[in-house]
């Protein structure tokens, strides 16, 4: 389906927010599509960004200096159709939980995307996210979360918070085992974030991961 | 502690052989297409190398009869046994295990497969099996239980590794909840060739142009978009993980030199793409290994390979590419969840054959919504791809809806299943209600393998040999006969039920 992009909103040299209409496509906080430059034949998987009841759709994409489709959806004009499929995917939350239990999201770099979906979706979730980024520029739209229900762990640069990886701060907190655990991004922060909650006795039923790659 | 790796042959009425096919699915055929089992080959692999007397028991590529294959594992007395089912031969599983436990009742027997992973405790129930693994990365989750089992004489009640059922007497069950793979694919050893006996899968698989040719340790476990509907790679329970590019060109080195691999697959349910891809195909021209005589093939999708990547794979001595052309209507691409639309297929296509690519078009029919338009979409795209060279060879399979896929469930929940045998998940019928008669998919199966005989696509094919390349002579002279016997083959099982009863 052919879909007009409606703003490309730069946060750094290396991500952008793609905006695009809507039309009357609907999806579950948190699902992916997939997106691809009109007759081109090649498109890549984005979760979504926006919430379910935005009027437009929107992606975080990190652009990927080798990469065919993120540098190309960049330097798209504004009005120009792209080609979008989906939604797919079941790293969604379970509405029957939402009033039941807490819920972690722990993500890497554009790996909040689906986290940004599920709060815009669902704005009295009970969250916290813990977000690893390298560099203090990459808290996209910081000011979207509630300040006590984000913590960032900054590997590459000193601040005045966290300074090291993610998997570096997990271990160190307490956690509520009955609590709901969403991981999103590198494969690497992935395995190792699971080890680290599985050692803190949380079910592996408990546990849902997607992997950006 | 010995242990075997089991595949029984299995032999229907019409005389026919259940093997390993699409999808991981069980067909049975006249004439076998011998698929190494990959995760079960590193698996054993890794616990021959730490130390167990594993032996490789594939009834199937050792050319064994039933009874004989019987007596060999009964003489050989294993401590554990392990196979892998899927839905159209577990019955069949349920029995054998329950003989085997009469006759060895020391011998521990776990079930692996699609089919058990989702329904353990039916297996549990249905037989007297003693583990059902709920992972199909049989590889890790064995090597920690085989140690466990030697150890532990108390294991069926304290066993704690995940992804596990465990029998602890008749009635009770051990559930060790949910296994996610956390490892990385890198710690699974390269398939030991010696112990899996390679050669028996080296010949008689129809998409080796030439021989001797192997499946490659895969790259990728489970599928990086892990989405389409009918897909087995589908569920929050599978994750995606992947191999690094230097370990697995390292085997591919070793497959050429020290094995004289002429042709070398890898059944990821999807390759490498984009970079990984790119690096892969350096590698193998870095090392020299194009140079070699061997050609290289694996499984993508519409939409990864982009055309610097496709020219360098070509130059790396790349040939075959098989890649899902499921349908070619956009409701039914859409339904099935695949991600792309119709004309991305024959803009990927062109690309591949541009560069002298070998593509491989596996298609379906037989959803329970394809109307007759959508059908003679995918029959009418098919032909043009074909007759203009766009593809060179194909299958074309039923859709059966298997092991609890998506497809599958909603098949169940729109009460659209004509059977609950599992006998009849086999493929070789329709087991859907559908808009139109049975008979018109079957006719639509015949319609597309005779397009191998249509002089339109045998002219194409004769154009091809002005390339003076050495891989259209071949695929003309050598391969082509091996096809039209194969392609009978297929007819014969698809279009079968014409002749016999249709399930209505």
Redesign the interface.
């Known amino acids: ?1 052919l879909h007009k992009v409606l703003e490309i909103r730069n946060l750094t040299a290396t991500a952008y927010v793609l905006r695009i209409e809507r039309k009357k496509v609907s999806f579950k906080a948190g699902q ?1 599509f ?1 997106l ?1 430059l009109k ?5 890549r ?1 984005y979760s979504i960004y926006s919430g379910e009841n935005d009027s437009c759709l929107e992606f975080l994409v990190k652009e ?1 200096k ?3 489709v993120s540098p190309s959806l960049r330097q798209v004009t504004l009005g120009e159709e792209i ?1 979008l ?2 939604p ?4 969604v939350i379970d509405p029957i939980k939402i009033k039941q239990v807490k819920f972690y999201f722990i993500c890497t770099g554009t790996g909040i995307a689906p986290f940004h979906s599920f709060i815009r979706s669902h704005p009295n979730l009970d969250y916290q996210i813990i977000n690893g980024i390298r560099s203090l520029n990459e808290r996209y739209d910081y000011d979207e979360y509630h300040p006590l229900k984000i913590t960032t762990c900054i590997s590459r640069e000193k601040w005045a918070g966290f300074h090291g990886r993610l998997t570096a701060y997990l271990p160190e907190i307490p956690i509520d085992t009955k609590s709901i655990f969403y991981i999103c991004g590198n ?2 922060m ?2 190792e974030a ?2 680290i909650l ?1 050692k803190k006795k949380v ?3 408990h ?3 997607e ?1 950006f ?1 | 502690m010995k242990i075997a790796f089991s595949y029984p042959p299995i032999i229907n009425s019409d005389g026919q052989k259940a093997m390993v096919s699409q999808n991981r699915n069980v067909q049975f055929f006249m004439k076998p297409t011998y698929l190494l089992p990959i995760i079960q080959g590193q698996a054993a692999t890794w616990l021959r190398d730490m130390g167990y007397n594993v032996f490789w028991d594939d009834g199937n590529s050792q050319l064994k009869t039933f009874d004989c294959w019987y007596l060999d594992l009964i003489e050989a007395s294993p401590d554990v046994i392990i196979f892998e089912s899927t839905t159209p031969v577990m019955k069949f599983y349920w029995n054998i295990v329950n003989k085997i436990k009469s006759d060895l009742p020391h011998c521990t027997v776990i079930m692996t497969g699609y089919h058990s992973m989702r329904k353990p405790q039916e297996t549990l129930r249905r037989s007297y099996a003693d583990v059902v693994l709920r992972s199909n990365h049989i590889d890790f989750v064995l090597q920690k239980l085989i140690p466990y089992i030697d150890e532990n004489s108390q294991w069926r009640e304290n066993c704690p590794i ?1 992804g596990l059922v465990i029998r602890i007497d008749e009635n009770n069950f051990h559930d060790t ?4 793979q ?3 694919l890198d710690l699974s050893p390269d398939v030991d060739r010696d112990l899996v006996q390679w050669k028996n899968y080296a010949y008689e698989n129809g998409n080796f142009l030439q021989t001797p040719g192997t499946y490659a340790t895969s790259v990728v476990r489970d599928c ?4 389409c509907s009918f897909c087995r790679y589908n ?2 329970d599978l ?4 191999r690094s590019v230097q370990k697995s060109l390292d085997e591919y080195q070793k497959l050429i030199e020290d094995y004289g691999a002429r042709e070398i697959f890898d059944d990821s349910g999807v390759w490498y793409r ?2 990984e891809a ?1 690096e892969f195909a350096q590698g193998i021209i870095d090392r020299g290994l194009n140079k070699k005589d061997c050609y290289f093939g694996f499984n993508t999708r ?5 055309e ?1 990547t496709i020219a360098l794979l070509a130059k790396a001595n790349f040939r075959f590419v098989l890649v899902g052309l499921e349908a070619a209507d956009e409701e039914t691409l ?1 339904r099935l ?5 119709p ?2 297929s024959e ?2 296509l062109k ?1 591949y054959t541009k560069y002298g690519l070998f593509p491989h078009l596996t298609i379906m029919v037989g959803y329970f919504w394809q109307t007759r338009e959508q059908l003679n979409t995918t029959i009418d795209t098919v032909k043009r791809f074909m007759f203009e060279g766009l593809a060179r060879t194909l299958q074309v399979t039923i859709c059966t809806p298997i092991d609890f896929t998506p497809y599958h469930q909603e098949c169940i929940d729109q009460k659209m299943l004509l059977t609950n045998d599992y006998d009849d998940f086999d493929m070789s019928k329709l087991i859907v209600k559908t808009p139109i008669p049975h008979n018109d998919y079957y006719d639509a199966i015949r319609n597309i393998y005779g397009i191998a005989f249509h002089p339109k696509f045998i002219f194409k094919q004769i154009q091809f040999l002005f390339k003076f390349k050495k891989r259209d002579w071949q695929f003309l002279f050598t391969y082509g006969i091996r096809a039209i016997r194969r392609v009978r083959q297929h007819i014969f099982n698809l279009t079968k039920q014409q002749k016999n009863k249709v399930i209505k």
């Open positions: 389906m992916c997939n691809g007759n081109s034949g090649v498109n998987e990927i080798e990469g065919i080609n499929h989906g797919y995917g079941s790293f494969q690497k992935i395995q699971y080890v599985r079910s592996g039923n546990i849902f991961t992997a790659f | 995940e909840g949910n296994f996610k956390i490892e990385t990086m978009f892990g989405k569920g929050p994750t995606f993980s992947m984009g970079a790119r519409f939409g990864y390979l982009e610097d859409n969840n695949k991600g792309y639309g004309k991305d803009q990927n690309l």
